[in-house]
């Protein structure tokens, strides 16, 4: 069956500390790549999205992602967290499935905790 | 403002009973979605419908129904068959292939 794994469900940083969440993707087919965040009482939003060409994502908020399609990863990245960087980020993967229809499958999210 | 809607933001009921949860969009998109959010496990499909009057069961479908009669609206009903409905509930749209889904702010529902 389809499957995407985020390696980390808990993450705690201090500012300015680097971050690095994983995600790797089970399917062999064309797949388009997605991060999605949630932060606190807030709406699940868009962070960065892969379809095609340079496997280098720059998404919003200085968050940026690189897929290795050898690896099925899609892993996410940012040189330097802030406080309000806290939220649950969200690795999903959009792919023609069985059935032919197109599905969205999500990783089951890690919580980023960054101290002042 | 464009986007989707749902409401209300929280629900409470009684085991046993039904409920239906409301999902509207003004995106002019085709797709809708239903997921349910619970902790440490993501978000799991529900139903989807990629146009009006279609809609297929997602991964966790049993005890759930929708209809998808208009282009903007995709009611989720929580039947008294669904074995553990207390959860966070969100609607998403999606333009079509190769967009991205957009998401709404949720229903918390709490069946005791």
């Known amino acids: 069956a389809q499957s995407v794994s985020q390696h980390n469900h808990h993450v705690i940083l201090s500012e300015a500390a680097s971050l690095e969440l994983g995600c790797n993707y089970s399917?062999?087919?064309?797949?388009?790549l997605f991060w999605y965040v949630q932060y606190p009482g807030q709406h699940l939003q868009l962070l960065l999205k892969y379809f095609s060409g340079d496997p280098l994502v720059k998404g919003i908020k200085g968050f940026e992602a690189e897929f290795i399609k050898s690896k099925f990863s899609f892993n996410l990245r940012k040189p330097s967290v802030q406080w309000s960087d806290t939220a649950e980020y969200f690795c999903?993967?959009?792919?023609?499935?069985?059935?032919?229809?197109?599905?969205?499958?999500f990783g089951a999210g890690t919580r980023l905790a960054v101290h002042p | 403002d464009g986007g989707i809607t749902q409401s209300p933001k929280y629900l409470f009921r009684k085991e046993g009973q039904n409920v239906t949860l409301s999902c509207e969009q003004n995106l002019n998109h085709d797709a809708m979605y239903w997921y349910r959010q619970d902790p440490g496990q993501g978000l799991r499909l529900i139903y989807y419908s990629q146009i009006v009057n279609d809609f297929q069961k997602g991964d966790i479908a049993e005890g759930y129904s929708v209809s998808r009669e208009k282009k903007e609206s995709f009611p989720l009903t929580v039947t008294s068959a669904q074995k553990n409905p207390t959860a966070f509930y969100l609607c998403?749209?999606?333009?079509?292939?190769?967009?991205?889904?957009?998401f709404g702010p949720g229903t918390r529902l709490t069946v005791t």
């Open positions: 399917y062999g087919g064309t797949v388009n």
């Open positions: 998403a749209s999606r333009m079509g292939q190769g967009h991205e889904q957009y």
């Open positions: 999903a993967v959009n792919g023609m499935f069985s059935g032919g229809y197109n599905k969205l499958i």
